[in-house]
């Protein structure tokens, strides 16, 4: 009778509270907090080589007023808590539609963070739109920031689904393949049946999500989508989205539209409407250049070709 094969399981048996007197904290948090502080730093080194005015190098200064020409990082910090309130009423409005029914029956837990977690698609789409409405409010090019955010923001998704191994969290559906994981001891893990050998999926989607930013690296590598008008953010979402899709098929999450669960129904609507984005700019962008070339003014007629606006120096408003 032949034997079948043995895969040994990868079993993590380490405590995730760390203890300090009467302190405890979870090794995930810890490690989602050192993944937000890397992400802000990357983001802030992003954003000042990212020209406001895309025709005059980032590190120029204006002769007569002194004016830096980078993105401020000062705005960053607004932009950034800004993202959260949208972040949080996204990611529980995806959480309610995953668990539709439970939330149905249940409407006060929406409100009880205790209840529940947030789901991450409507989270980045929430988040993109209030820090975006309080880019415009400090009249920063909103396209320039969002070319500047998309490669932290995928830092900060990989990262922090990578935070999650330190929790037990995020485990698939039940595997005994090569590389199943298994957790052991008192935890407490947050993972049902934590012990039970299973697809670590959350260390899918932050490979899958590091995998994004390699894509997106090569992109500008090869000269696309490296003008800060917003192409790349867009790219770099509906990609993300796709990965994600992806590795929800090793999810314990129950199918809604055939094999697709909600959360996956999400994330495919999120990449279609990206791309639509994606393509209705690029028209939108060879028109006005087209228009441009046929209208009188050699100045005019640049800025117009070039898809520019006449932003306010940032620099022209006191810092804080």
Do not use: C
């Amino acid at each position: 009778m032949p034997t079948l094969p043995f895969h040994p399981v990868i079993e993590l048996a380490f405590d995730p509270i760390v203890s300090l007197g009467d302190w405890h904290v979870r090794l995930q948090t810890i490690g989602l907090a050192v993944v937000i502080f890397v992400a802000l730093l990357l983001a802030a080194r992003i954003a000042a080589r990212t020209p406001v005015d895309t025709r005059r190098p980032p590190e120029a200064i204006d002769p007569a007023t002194g004016d830096h020409n980078p993105l401020r990082r000062d705005d960053l910090l607004y932009i950034a808590v800004a993202a959260l309130p949208g972040a949080v009423v996204g990611g529980r409005l995806g959480w309610a539609l995953v668990h539709l029914e439970y939330a149905t029956a249940n409407p006060g837990a929406l409100l009880d963070p205790t209840v529940g977690g947030f789901g991450l698609p409507l989270a980045v789409v929430g988040g993109t739109l209030t820090a975006a409405l309080v880019a415009t409010l400090l009249d920063t090019p909103i396209p320039r920031w969002l070319h500047a955010l998309i490669l932290p923001l995928l830092f900060g998704i990989a990262g922090g689904k990578l935070a999650m191994v330190l929790g037990g969290d995020g485990q698939g559906m039940p595997w005994d393949g090569p590389w199943a994981t298994a957790y052991l001891g008192a935890g407490p893990w947050l993972s049902l049946a934590p012990a039970l050998p299973s697809h670590p999926s959350q260390a899918y989607e932050a490979l899958a999500t590091a995998g994004v930013i390699v894509v997106l690296a090569l992109l500008r590598g090869t000269g696309l989508f490296r003008a800060p008008d917003g192409a790349l953010f867009l790219v770099g979402i509906a990609l993300w989205a796709i990965a994600r899709t992806a590795v929800a098929f090793t999810w314990r999450d129950p199918a809604l539209i055939g094999q697709l669960g909600m959360d996956q129904v999400l994330s495919l609507g999120i990449a279609v409407v990206a791309l639509v984005l994606l393509g209705t700019g690029a028209i939108v962008g060879r028109a006005r250049a087209g228009r441009a070339g046929g209208s009188g003014g050699e100045d005019g007629s640049q800025a117009a070709a070039q898809g520019e606006l006449d932003w306010p120096d940032p620099a022209s408003r006191p810092g804080i």
